[in-house]
C-alpha cells in the first residue's frame, strides 16, 4: 500500500478554463472551471453540489479544437469546488493535458515579454 505523505504533488499550472463535465454514469452535463491542472490532476472550481470524493466523472477537455473525454475521480472536495485525478485512457489524453499546459505557459511567458518591452520603453 502507497504512502500518501510521501506523495509529492504535480507542479500546477494556473488557469481559467470552462469545461464541461458528468459524473461517469451521469446524463446530465454541468459546467466547471478548470483553475490550475498538471498531468495528474487539477482543481475544478463548480458550484454542483452533487460531487463527492470517490466519485467518477468525465471532463470534456478542448485544446486548439481537439476534444477528449478525460475520465478521473474526484479526490477532494470543498465549497469551492474539487480536487481530480486524471485516468488517461491513452497516450492522447496525457498530449492533450501536456499541450494545454504548455499553451498556457507560453502565453503566459508571451505576455510577460511584453509587459517587459513595455517597461523598459517607458523606463
Known sequence: MEEKS???P??????QMGVEFRKSYGRQNAKGTLKNISLTGAFLE????ELAPSDKVVLEIIV???RRKMPATIIWKNAYGCGVQFH???????????DLMYF?????????GILDDIFKQAG
Do not use: G, H, M, Y
Request: hydrophobic share 30%; aromatic share 6%; charged share 35%.
Open 10 to 15: 504535480s507542479p500546477r499550472i494556473p488557469l
Open 88 to 98: 488517461p485512457f491513452n497516450r492522447r489524453d496525457v498530449q492533450i493535458v501536456d
Open 64 to 66: 486548439s479544437e481537439r
Open 6 to 8: 510521501n506523495k509529492v
Open 104 to 112: 498556457v505557459q507560453n502565453r503566459r511567458e508571451f505576455r510577460r
Open 46 to 49: 463548480t458550484a454542483t453540489l
